[in-house]
């Protein structure tokens, strides 16, 4: 368990950085990558880095936690693309060490609703 959440810190310190082999290195070579929101698969490690190699936007990874055990880990972190936030949710499944699925959920920011307004606080 303690290699898996070192990887995971490894993984999300290098996606931050932008070191697009380090960031991959969690990932099995036969590993499927799923975007539910979009209807998207990738299949395959190389194909995977490859993808995000060719997105055109600069990006930041702010954690905000990572929770887990065994073969199942969730990263609840903030995708900061081109200044823009969204809120994202990735939850990876281990096979031998190694990500074999992970799924990615995408949330933009929104206003609070005006019904809930005496009951909430903002978040920083």
């Not at 903030?78 to 190694?98: A, H, W």
Request: avoid cysteine; charged fraction near 30%.
């Amino acid at each position: 368990m303690d290699e898996i959440r070192a990887a995971l810190d490894r993984h999300w310190a290098a996606s931050d950085a932008g070191d697009l082999e380090v960031e991959h290195q969690i990932y099995r070579e036969d590993a499927v990558l799923d975007y539910p929101q979009s209807g998207e698969r990738i299949r395959g490690r190389r194909n995977i880095q490859s993808s995000r190699a060719a997105q055109p936007n600069r990006k930041r990874f702010s954690v905000r936690r990572i929770s887990g055990a065994e073969d199942l880990w969730v990263t609840e972190y903030v995708l900061t693309y081109d200044g823009r936030p969204s809120y994202t949710v990735s939850i990876m499944e281990f096979l031998d060490g190694k990500v074999a699925r992970e799924t990615q959920y995408f949330s933009e920011p929104f206003e609070p609703g005006p019904s809930r307004a005496q009951w909430v606080e903002r978040i920083p």
